[in-house]
């Protein structure tokens, strides 16, 4: 690892010398949480975004985690998610199922997919009653704090724009307080048509990992963690603030360039 530590209110900071150790320092701190969820809880309810992410993931899928991770236990989810057919090259679904799902022993009816037969507003009224069952029946926590859910995991990529899932900078559905699961149909990025989790859903969550590569990123890295003053211009990813769980920022060296200081730690 080539620098970690706390800082601030941003939660831990990982940043790793090369995408390798990122990928097997990623693939530590999932398993782990999976082990320790699984032991208290008899389940593991994580929630998956797309882009470079699940590549990043993708060492679950060799030695030692593939036979290690209590993947029967695992219960899969999207933090937002393209509203398009499940074998189109846009969906998230058909990424991780490509890059992961297909490749470890997860329980099919334990991925908890969106319906992509209907309309957005459609979608995500659908994948919202889904998670309330599974939180009747505790497969996903309840917060103690509020009545959103809590997942064990969620796991976010940042776009270099500073968006999270599919909350855009700028966008009404930032301010979205009573719906666990929105909607947007103008995307500033395509396709349009998405579904994606609320600040409220994100910040209840036990545990919340931004994983981030690339000094495309870098500006927006800064933006998200560094203390910048009331006057600049915030991003999506700075409103992520679990609000009783923790918040890991994985980076590698390129992504974390434009932050103000670092703790060095061999």
Known sequence: ????????????????????????????????LSEAAVKERGVFAVALSGGSLIGLMGKLCEAPYNKTVDWGKWYIFWADERVVAKSHSDSNYKLAKDGLLSKVPIVPSHVHSINDSVSAEEAADEYTFVIRQLVKSRMVSVSDISDCPKFDLILLGMGPDGHVASLFPNHAVLDEKDEWVTFITDSPKPPPERITFTL??????????????????????????????????????????PTKGKLVWFLDKPAASKLDSLQFSE
């Open 200 to 241: 409220p859903v994100i910040n209840s969550a036990s545990n919340v990992a931004i994983v981030v590569t690339g000094e495309t990123k870098a500006e927006a890295v800064h933006l998200a963690i560094d203390n910048i003053g009331p006057d600049s211009q915030s991003v999506p990813a700075r409103l992520v603030q």
């Open 1 to 32: 690892m080539a620098f970690s530590g706390v800082k601030n209110d941003r939660g831990e900071l990982r940043i790793l010398e090369n995408l390798d150790e990122l990928r097997t320092d990623l693939a530590d701190y999932i398993a782990e």
